[in-house]
């Protein structure tokens, strides 16, 4: 869910360098104006000037290789930005979160994106956290099977900015350490591997990280369990201090093996795989991202709001189709029956408006031959639906939802009916006892002026058929604006974990 301006503020997570600028293109609607960086580290320092000065003119920087307004219309959202309310002047835009790469700064007007001058090119040099070590002290790799060849990479694992040597202390005999952080070996029997690697920098610090290696009987499935996530990131988790690093240690602690990830335009997706060495998905454009241990086969592309791929979990053995979703935020449906007392028929109503219900009905359209066909190969959809569920807005707890009950929320009454499982509802069949909220940890109140009661709901789901299923939260949030840059928790969602037997 979306509950703040399209705008994302970038908090601190990465040290920069001083960046480099270059030049680009002039655009023929580019207004008289100017922008040039003149100096920074973790902020950078721009100056700027403008013939059209306003209190809501903005700078917005975007990755280099896309996202940009190049042609003065929305793509995707900044990665990092702030106001220039005056007609020149100099400013500060905290850059510390943004990776070592290269990016464009454009100079805005009123919201909007119509360019006030010529954007610029900066190149940022990452300069790495001054504490080395690995992220984790402890981490379980993809499954092996005994008698195949195995391979993972960990070099992610490390503190950002770090280049070590990586080696092995001790564990078993077929374990294999590359010296830049690649597992490699034939299993020679159907027992867990345990290993603990070393990772040295030239300063002669080292850090330590134990790896278990599940191994399966020669002839086995290799994966008989799937462990599946939705994990919306809240603008990349760019809300929140050090999110790199909580975000990495969240998903190797919780051991899933696929995530479909919400909000994450920006290289979010790229840079958490490349993190826990796993395969990814993301589409040239929106905010949708799968991240998996194991192989990415198959590339449905967009659908909508959503997206789909196949994922080898045992070559052609085993393989499975995993679509993941993001559906409109705008109205949204809690809202109109809490705070206006809006009719059933008008809530629905909107609900057509705000792009939802065509949105799940485009995406069950594109998945429809697979689902006729997932007695043979599995179909998980996960995603942030921003609306509740039928099931959770019963007449029993009609008191908990304003007043109102049997809610034929169209985005869970749709799955059902072409036989999709809320796997949730599976294994905690009661909302009244386990409510399973995910919307929202760091929401407790109503942002707005009325002061009202924040609705709490289940809007985040994984469908299919299911073994277990969780919503999780780390920690205990502080609400938005209380302190909540500092929570281990990095989302303003918590998570659907299910765990599936194959």
Request: aromatic share 10%.
């Amino acid at each position: 869910m979306l509950f703040s301006s399209i705008l994302s503020t970038a908090l601190s997570v990465l040290s920069i360098t001083l960046p480099l600028v270059h030049a680009v293109p002039t655009s023929s609607e580019a207004q008289q104006g100017s922008l040039a960086v003149i100096g920074g580290a973790e902020e950078l320092t721009f100056s700027y000037s403008t013939t059209e000065p306003a209190k809501n003119n903005w700078i917005g920087i975007y990755l280099a290789s896309g996202g940009g307004p190049v042609e003065e219309k929305y793509v995707s959202n900044s990665l990092a930005w702030t106001y220039v309310p005056e007609a020149a002047g100099t400013v500060k835009v905290d850059v510390s979160s943004l990776e070592a790469g290269e990016y464009i700064a454009f100079l805005l007007a009123k919201d909007g994106y119509k360019w006030l001058s010529q954007p610029v090119y900066v190149s940022i040099k990452g300069r790495g956290p001054s504490v080395f070590g690995f992220i984790v002290e402890k981490a379980t790799l993809h499954n092996a099977r005994q008698g195949d060849v195995y391979s993972a990479m960990i070099s992610g694992l490390v503190t950002s900015g770090f280049k070590p040597v990586f080696d092995k202390l001790s564990g078993d005999g077929w374990v294999n350490v590359n010296s830049d952080g690649g597992i490699s070996g034939t299993p020679d029997r159907a027992r867990d591997a345990v290993v603990t690697v070393r990772a040295t920098i030239p300063t002669g610090q080292a850090s330590f990280l134990k790896l278990t290696i599940p191994v399966k009987r020669s002839g086995s499935s290799i994966v008989q369990e799937l462990k599946v996530m939705t994990f919306n990131l809240w603008w990349g988790g760019s809300y929140i201090n050090d999110y790199h690093i909580k975000q990495v240690r969240f998903i190797v602690d919780t051991n899933v093996d696929v995530i479909g990830l919400q909000e994450a335009q920006g290289g979010h997706v790229k840079r958490l795989a490349d993190a826990l060495g796993w395969y990814f998905w993301q589409p040239k454009s929106g905010d949708l991202g799968i991240i998996s241990r194991y192989p990415i086969v198959g590339d449905y592309g967009l659908v909508n709001a959503s997206g789909g791929v196949r994922i080898a979990l045992d070559g052609t053995a085993s393989q499975v189709n995993f679509w993941n979703m993001h559906l409109g935020y705008d109205p949204y449906g809690p809202y109109d029956f809490c705070f206006d007392k809006m009719s059933v028929e008008k809530v629905l109503q909107r609900e057509a408006q705000s792009g939802r219900t065509p949105q799940i009905t485009d995406t069950l359209k594109a998945m429809s031959p697979q689902i006729k066909q997932s007695w043979s190969i599995p179909v998980i959809l996960v995603g942030d639906t921003n609306a509740p569920s039928h099931l959770d807005w019963t007449e029993k707890l009609r008191s908990r939802n304003c007043g109102y009950a049997n809610i034929p929320w169209p985005t869970s009454v749709k799955p059902a009916e072409v036989g999709l499982i809320d796997s949730f509802r599976i294994a905690n069949p009661d909302p009244g006892t386990v409510p399973g909220v995910t919307w929202s940890p760091i929401y407790p109140y109503h942002n707005g002026a009325s002061g009202k009661v924040e609705p709490q709901d289940r809007i985040d789901f994984i469908y299919h058929t299911v073994l277990d299923s969780k919503a999780v939260v780390v920690g205990e949030p502080k609400p938005k604006g209380a302190g909540h840059q500092d929570n281990e928790w990095t989302s303003d969602h918590a998570v659907v974990i299910t765990t599936y037997k194959l």
